[in-house]
């Protein structure tokens, strides 16, 4: 079938749109620095680790392990790590890139992510080295160039935000799917040494998500207010 050439135009914006989307949703893979630095067959180092961070005891139960994530979920993640993501992609909407590296810096302020700085880092900058080639995106390159020359850490929040905002996927799903994939992970790591079935997987994720639509509102509500 011939096209016109305008037909030919919207035909080519919408599979690039789509090769975007998707190669934007393959970088929204696995981020979360914890995962990235399992130290152990059965993952119980990092679990150890985090745990420490929220003063919970090593993961040793399916009891312990919920609420280690509910724990987990009220003093990092909704504290700390979803709102900088929404304000790491609030900046990249806006090419906004001095506010980006200030907002990188605020985060090498937080205490509570001293421990996880280095793995934070490695899973960011690696990210951005991914993002490298866009050389015609300048807030991407001010921000890798903050990096390399140290004016900026590349956290895996600023980077994962930055990159939902630059493949213009949705704010809310970006949020859930980093909130569905920490869980995940920690639950999955620790699986095999608790004896944890596929429902008993399940159940736990469902527990800890249950109420992230809801208590990400406020911070959705906010970006909202913030982009008019």
């Given at each position: 079938m011939k096209l016109f050439p305008s037909q030919r135009v919207n035909r080519e914006q919408t599979i690039l749109s789509r090769t975007q989307s998707a190669e934007g949703l393959q970088l929204l893979g696995d981020f979360h620095p914890l995962l990235a630095q399992l130290g152990s067959v059965e993952g119980l180092l990092s679990l150890s680790a985090a745990a420490a961070l929220v003063r919970q005891p090593m993961v040793s139960s399916l009891e312990a392990l919920s609420i280690f994530l509910a724990a987990y979920r009220?003093?990092?993640?909704?504290?700390?790590?979803?709102?900088?993501?929404?304000?790491?992609?609030?900046?990249?909407?806006?090419?906004?890139?001095?506010?980006?590296?200030?907002?990188?810096?605020?985060?090498?302020?937080?205490?509570?992510?001293?421990?996880?700085?280095?793995?934070?880092?490695?899973?960011?900058?690696?990210?951005?080295?991914?993002?490298?080639?866009?050389?015609?995106?300048?807030?991407?390159?001010?921000?890798?160039?903050?990096?390399?020359?140290?004016?900026?850490?590349?956290?895996?929040?600023?980077v994962y935000g930055l990159t939902l905002a630059l493949?213009?996927?949705?704010?809310?799903?970006?949020?859930?799917?980093?909130?569905?994939?920490?869980?995940?992970?920690?639950?999955?790591?620790?699986?095999?040494?608790?004896?944890?079935?596929?429902?008993?997987?399940?159940?736990?994720?469902?527990?800890?998500?249950?109420?992230?639509p809801r208590r990400l509102e406020p911070m959705l509500a906010g970006e909202s207010i913030s982009g008019k």
């Open positions: 009220s003093e990092i993640l909704l504290p700390l790590e979803l709102p900088t993501i929404c304000r790491a992609y609030h900046h990249a909407r806006h090419n906004q890139s001095r506010e980006l590296v200030v907002l990188d810096r605020e985060v090498s302020g937080q205490p509570l992510l001293r421990d996880l700085a280095s793995a934070s880092r490695r899973v960011g900058q690696s990210q951005l080295r991914r993002l490298r080639p866009l050389r015609d995106d300048r807030l991407v390159q001010r921000y890798i160039q903050a990096v390399d020359q140290e004016e900026a850490q590349g956290w895996h929040t600023l493949y213009s996927l949705p704010l809310r799903q970006g949020l859930m799917n980093y909130a569905r994939k920490t869980f995940s992970g920690f639950v999955h790591a620790a699986a095999p040494s608790l004896n944890l079935s596929e429902h008993d997987c399940r159940q736990l994720l469902d527990v800890a998500s249950a109420d992230l």
